[in-house]
């Protein structure tokens, strides 16, 4: 990088106005419009261009002063230009290896002038001495005087470098200064008991730290002005998710009262008594739909632990009341399989199901769609088809949503917006439980409940890791299984990259099972099938006729098979946890022992290493989320959080937890006391983007 003024020609005054309008636009890309956003973009790191360090002394990073003695262009052992500078202490080489024919003069010019020059970079030991490879330089007059703080390195973009940003943010801050629009906005009250600095003094700081300061607490953002910024983050995320709980106890839903006549018919069939978890979890649920603001509770709970039972409860007390009930899911396959289950036990005591997903006949959408607008259907089971513009119902109490993460946050709000009768309440679930630290931060508007207890009698599932160079002996052990009576199902590698080359390789991989194994039945399902081809695909597997079942990740939610007791995952390596997870999920649904294989390709890189470890050691998925968010962070953890919310760029809820807690205690102060103050915080914050939150 060269920090060299250059001299701009003259241009006419009509492409002024483009060339800012560029250069803004670049800037927005990077979430700066506002003053306060430039402000608020903070360094990434900082290099320390306040001394010159002698060349004999030089180590590491180092910033030197002297004048050139050498100039030459060199072809080996490539084209590079070499430049010697030295000082009244030795001598210094410095080689660029990319350069333009400009720097080259800039060069000869400072050789004949003995114009001096500044130059920062690594020093190491080369072949002919001490070099630099590519340092920053500049070309100065003597006596040039050095920067009185430490120089910052801004997160920068394309076509947005350094000096932009750094000139940018430094005439933001002096206008917020001179403008006194850096006021606090915590109180003075709130600011001495959290013993936090003034926003002011930690922003200027920041921006320019003194040569003196505690690097290293700038290093590792643990600084006290770096607290009051991740304490301020934190406290706007509590204000705004506070807000967005309080604002829905506000608006009217219907008062499911009481449990009735088809919630004791239902618990009474069924086969088995509800777990302690499960019996929590639904006196939690069932309190929230007797009162008259909308409950919006997470369900979640490790895969089998019984969430859907729970979601059926939930459904008839709402029929109970006189409501309707929808059930949403993110695949066919899913929505088939709920469908499937609930009107087996649902309509033998008197509760009429309907069923809608794109791939209907348009006879069959019209007539479900008549049925849920006249309310002939108490419970809707389906895909987004719900949530079309043709699908009206008569009397929506509940929505639910089933792995909700799959859906996008208008998807889940259309779902709500389908009634004319008030705000229906709303049950979430997932089987990729939220660990504690997420849960007080992004899911602080929710209200959650956790089954974390198995049903009894369900057998842990055996995972093994084996490498690619066994294939042939796992081929060997499901054929085995399967003329033992086992059925096995054989997921196929993701490739993210392509979901042709994915699907060619389900294909391919049918076709090699098929040919190894003459005497079995192997079946193929895929996510690019018809939907009644997977429908039957999947029937003649739950029938058994289908003994191994060749499947991409559309069998990864939803599939209970109980006989299906051994699965083999190729390329477990590309998966992420929560996947694999899920996956192992469909098996150990019976009563024989079962096993999950994870096939790996060897020269693992160390997350992917700490991934099939993480799987070979627990199947809990409380602690298997747990260990993910350790490896991945939140913002990769959550994924497409629906919406585009805004992840936090400064605190950290690994090592900010104690933090989160402060804000959340200080965030129900300030609404409660201070509600003045707590608006200009959020609009200091979020800058009217509360809604990415609420999600």
């Given at each position: 990088m060269i920090s060299v003024t250059k001299t701009r020609k003259a241009a006419g005054a009509d492409k002024l106005p483009a060339a800012k309008s560029t250069i803004q636009a670049r800037l927005a890309r990077l979430g700066l419009r506002r003053d306060i956003d430039f402000v608020l973009h903070l360094p990434m790191r900082y290099e320390d261009e306040t001394r010159i360090v002698p060349i004999a002394e030089a180590r590491d990073q180092a910033q030197v002063e002297g004048v050139v003695n050498d100039c030459s262009i060199q072809f080996r052992p490539r084209r590079q230009l070499v430049v010697r500078m030295a000082d009244a202490s030795g001598e210094l080489t410095l080689r660029f290896l990319n350069f333009y024919g400009s720097q080259t003069r800039q060069f000869e010019t400072a050789l004949e002038t003995k114009t001096r020059v500044r130059v920062r970079g690594e020093v190491r030991d080369g072949f002919f001495g001490r070099e630099m490879v590519h340092p920053r330089y500049s070309l100065?007059?003597?006596?040039?005087?050095?920067?009185?703080?430490?120089?910052?390195?801004?997160p920068a973009g394309e076509g947005v470098g350094q000096a932009l940003l750094r000139t940018a943010i430094n005439r933001a801050l002096a206008r917020?200064?001179?403008?006194r629009a850096l006021s606090d906005t915590l109180p003075d009250a709130i600011r001495t008991q959290?013993?936090?600095?003034?926003?002011?003094?930690a922003v200027r700081l920041l921006h320019h730290p003194p040569p003196d300061v505690n690097q290293q607490g700038l290093l590792d953002r643990s600084h006290p002005a770096w607290i009051r910024i991740k304490f301020d983050e934190l406290l706007a995320q509590q204000i705004s998710l506070m807000r967005a709980h309080h604002a829905r106890r506000k608006l009217d839903a219907p008062a499911l009262r009481t449990p009735g006549k088809k919630v004791n018919q239902f618990l009474q069939s069924l086969p088995f008594k509800l777990t302690g978890a499960q019996q929590r979890v639904w006196s939690e649920i069932r309190g929230d739909l007797a009162v008259s603001h909308p409950m919006q509770r997470l369900l979640q709970g490790d895969v089998g632990s019984g969430k859907t039972v729970i979601a059926a409860l939930a459904a008839l007390q709402a029929i109970d009341n006189g409501f309707q009930a929808a059930l949403m899911a993110p695949t066919e396959i899913l929505a088939e399989q709920h469908f499937r289950k609930l009107a087996q036990s649902l309509e033998t005591i008197g509760v009429s199901i309907a069923w809608l997903t794109g791939s209907l006949k348009k006879k069959d959408k019209t007539l479900a769609q008549e049925q849920i607008e006249s309310g002939a259907a108490q419970l809707v089971i389906g895909t987004h088809a719900l949530i079309q513009d043709g699908v009206i119902f008569h009397r929506l109490g509940l929505a639910i949503v089933d792995e909700q993460h799959r859906f996008g946050v208008g998807q889940r709000l259309a779902l709500r917006s389908k009634t004319l009768h008030g705000q229906p309440h709303q049950l979430m679930m997932s089987a990729t439980p939220i660990p504690r630290t997420l849960a007080m931060s992004y899911y602080a508007d929710l209200d959650v409940s956790s089954i974390d207890e198995m049903p009894p009698g369900r057998k842990p599932v055996v995972t093994k890791l084996l490498t690619q160079t066994r294939r042939d002996e796992v081929v060997q052990?499901?054929?085995?299984?399967?003329?033992?009576?086992q059925q096995v199902y054989w997921?196929?590698?993701?490739?993210?990259?392509?979901?042709?080359?994915?699907l060619q390789t389900a294909v391919d991989t049918h076709a090699a099972l098929s040919a190894a194994l003459p005497d079995l039945s192997v079946g193929l399902l895929h996510g690019r099938m018809a939907s009644a081809e997977k429908a039957e695909v999947m029937q003649a597997f739950v029938a058994g006729t289908i003994q191994v079942l060749v499947a991409t990740t559309v069998i990864e939610v939803g599939v209970d098979v109980p006989n299906a007791s051994l699965m083999v995952i190729e390329h477990a390596e590309r998966f992420g946890l929560s996947q694999l997870h899920q996956l192992r999920g469909r098996v150990g649904r019976g009563a024989a022992e079962s096993a999950c294989i994870?096939?790996?390709?060897?020269?693992?890189?160390?997350?992917?290493?700490?991934r099939l470890r993480i799987m070979h050691e627990t199947t809990d998925g409380f602690e298997i989320a747990r260990r993910d968010l350790e490896l991945r962070g939140p913002g990769e953890f959550l994924g497409q959080r629906q919406s585009g919310m805004a992840l936090l760029r400064f605190a950290d809820l690994q090592t900010d937890q104690w933090?989160?807690?402060?804000?959340r205690d200080t965030a129900a102060l300030m609404l409660r006391e201070y509600p003045e103050y707590a608006d200009l915080h959020l609009q200091r914050w979020m800058g009217g983007r509360e809604e990415f939150l609420k999600a």
């Open positions: 100065v007059e003597q006596g040039v005087a050095l920067p009185e703080s430490l120089t910052p390195v801004y917020m200064l001179d403008q959290r013993q936090l600095m003034e926003i002011g003094s052990r499901i054929h085995a299984a399967a003329i033992d009576g997921v196929c590698p993701l490739i993210e990259e392509s979901e042709a080359l994915q994870l096939l790996y390709q060897s020269a693992l890189s160390q997350t992917a290493r700490a933090l989160v807690e402060q804000a």
